[in-house]
């Protein structure tokens, strides 16, 4: 005899299909957290379901788009929901890795920012093969309708909002129909799985009310996701992303699940089966099972350089394992690749957020490498095995990149121009400088390029009292080349080519790099519990002061404000 609980999981995981989309094949007892959950409380339990999942490398996402985005009839070709070019996964030039919900949205661009903290940069559920035209066009506007077109490629329109949208946008990302409900879905499950974050922009988001999306939002994406019933095409990739990350989008798989948040079904109670008893008579006598990770699943760790290591996190969720499970690494390279344990609690392994297992990849030589985890016992029948991949590469050499000249400079923007270098990077990071006149405030930023295909990038947030400056560096497998030169937009629009004033505080690393002109006197660096750790007499230009990896602020006796920096 077994608890209705245990009954109604196992009543819920048969009866589940009634609910999916075509073709799912979802883990027994995946979904069991939700049932019987309502509103708020439904909500937070698919954020704590699909939060914890694997995090990627972003130099690894095109190795996953080839599993994710590519049409079923030819493995080689794109599926842009972006244009109707035609583009090949071996030659992807013209195409960016677009973040369908802006990373602006949720925080500092910064290159010093760990993806596990903001493991939303490379979620591949939001991450998707673009045209970069389309992606530049689309900028970090909202979704929704357009009603004139400044940019209409067939499949992809931005332009005016139609009244009513856009919250406060004077643009708006439109999609082609036949992908209205892909985005909407997305859009709902960002909403769940980070609806922890502060976001800095608010068209479509808010950081007040539990439900995350705005009204305008929610209408036009309940909408759209009526409209645009769930495809094969969703459902393949929804299978995909959970063998690359480990999660899935519930939304794919339960398409009215939105209903019952944001739509007509809101404050009715949720179940997976409609079948509901109270009979304490019925037995259970389902098998144990591994939810995640999936037989199949790839771990791609993407290029690292030699002397560099890289950690995927991998979480292992089991449903009514009786015993341990055991986890080794055998085969091929597997001394490349390490994990902390032999055994996870079947209690951890059991429980809703799983085991966090940490693979670290430490190669010793270049070239390719595979291995295979394999995780077994637990009352298994069988095992599970997960196949390991990676490439390390030399350490790269980044020559100095040339900052040009800010363009299109106006009362409330300018775009930073810079020349490419002749070698492979992966992006590019510009670090900005904001004084502003009246207050003599000073902050600093550093902001990353999608990829390597672009040399500009446009800031929409000028005023008339501030001076700028930016910088430009090049970052390769973990290194970021020397800085650029400076260049000044002042108050008035004028630009220059190197600062003359005030002070540059830039990132490298093991530390800092001063720029300026001039001495700017005696130096403090605090770290952030308020203690001097360097004290520097006269600081001048192109100083390096070495520091631990943290946050720092730094006070010169010149200056009325302090610097905030992160090393790394």
């Excluded at 009979?279 to 699943?297: F, K, N, R, W």
């Excluded at 108050?491 to 690393?509: H, N, W």
Aim: with cysteine.
């Amino acid at each position: 005899m077994i608890h209705k609980k245990l009954y109604r999981a196992a009543v819920a995981a048969l009866a589940l299909t009634a609910w999916l989309g075509a073709g799912a094949t979802i883990p027994p007892g995946y979904y069991s957290s939700l049932d019987g959950k309502s509103g708020e409380a439904l909500k937070n339990a698919i954020h704590d379901l699909t939060l914890q999942h694997t995090v990627l490398s972003y130099n690894s996402l095109w190795s996953y788009f080839r599993e994710t985005d590519c049409y079923p009839d030819n493995k080689s070709r794109v599926w842009d929901m972006y244009s109707d070019y035609t583009y090949y996964f071996s030659n992807s030039w013209g195409m960016n890795r677009e973040h369908s919900l802006p990373k602006s949205w949720w925080g500092s661009s910064d290159i010093n920012t760990n993806t596990t903290l903001f493991p939303s940069y490379t979620d591949i559920m939001h991450l998707y093969p673009s045209d970069a035209d389309a992606n530049m066009a689309k900028y970090y506007w909202p979704l929704g309708e357009v009603s004139n077109a400044s940019f209409d490629n067939g499949v992809t329109k931005v332009g005016t909002p139609k009244t009513g949208q856009g919250g406060g946008a004077p643009s708006v990302f439109e999609p082609d129909d036949r992908y209205k409900g892909d985005f909407a879905r997305t859009y709902f499950y960002m909403a769940c799985t980070y609806q922890h974050y502060t976001w800095r922009h608010t068209f479509m988001l808010n950081n007040s009310d539990w439900k995350t999306l705005n009204a305008w939002s929610i209408e036009m994406l309940c909408r759209w996701a009526r409209n645009d019933a769930v495809s094969d095409k969703e459902v393949d990739r929804n299978e995909a992303v959970q063998r690359c990350q480990n999660n899935r989008n519930p939304f794919i798989d339960i398409p009215q699940l939105f209903e019952y948040i944001w739509g007509n079904r809101q404050g009715q109670v949720f179940y997976l089966s409609e079948a509901e008893t109270s009979s304490d008579t019925t037995t259970y006598t389902g098998d144990p099972e591994l939810i995640a990770p999936i037989q199949g699943t790839v771990l791609d760790f993407g290029e690292v350089a030699i002397g560099k290591s890289l950690d995927y996190t991998l979480y292992v969720k089991g449903y009514a394992l009786n015993n341990p499970l055991s986890v080794q690494l055998y085969r091929y390279d597997y001394e490349m690749f390490s994990i902390p344990v032999s055994v996870i609690s079947r209690t951890i392994a059991n429980s809703a957020e799983g085991y966090p297992l940490t693979i670290t990849y430490t190669p010793t030589a270049i070239g390719e490498h595979t291995a295979r985890l394999l995780i077994s016992d637990g009352g298994l029948t069988g095992s599970v095995g997960v196949e390991l991949r990676a490439k390390c590469l030399p350490v790269p050499t980044l020559s100095r990149i040339t900052a040009l000249a800010a363009t299109g400079i106006n009362d409330n923007s300018y775009t930073a121009n810079w020349q490419a270098p002749s070698e492979k990077v992966d992006y590019y990071v510009i670090t900005r400088t904001v004084y502003n006149k009246n207050n003599g405030e000073t902050l600093t930023e550093t902001f990353t390029t999608d990829d390597d295909k672009t040399t500009s990038y446009v800031f929409n947030d000028r005023h008339s009292n501030e001076s700028h400056t930016y910088s430009v560096q090049s970052y390769r497998l973990g290194y970021m080349s020397e800085p650029s030169n400076v260049i000044t937009i002042d108050a008035s629009g004028i630009t220059g080519v190197d600062a003359d004033k005030p002070l540059q505080v830039l990132s490298i690393d093991g530390g800092i790099l001063i720029k300026s002109s001039e001495a700017v006197g005696d130096a403090y660096i605090f770290d952030m519990a308020g203690r001097v750790v360097r004290h520097i007499d006269n600081l001048t230009d192109d100083t390096i002061i070495e520091l631990p990896s943290g946050i720092y602020l730094l006070k010169t006796s010149t200056s009325r404000s302090a610097w905030k920096v992160a090393v790394r």
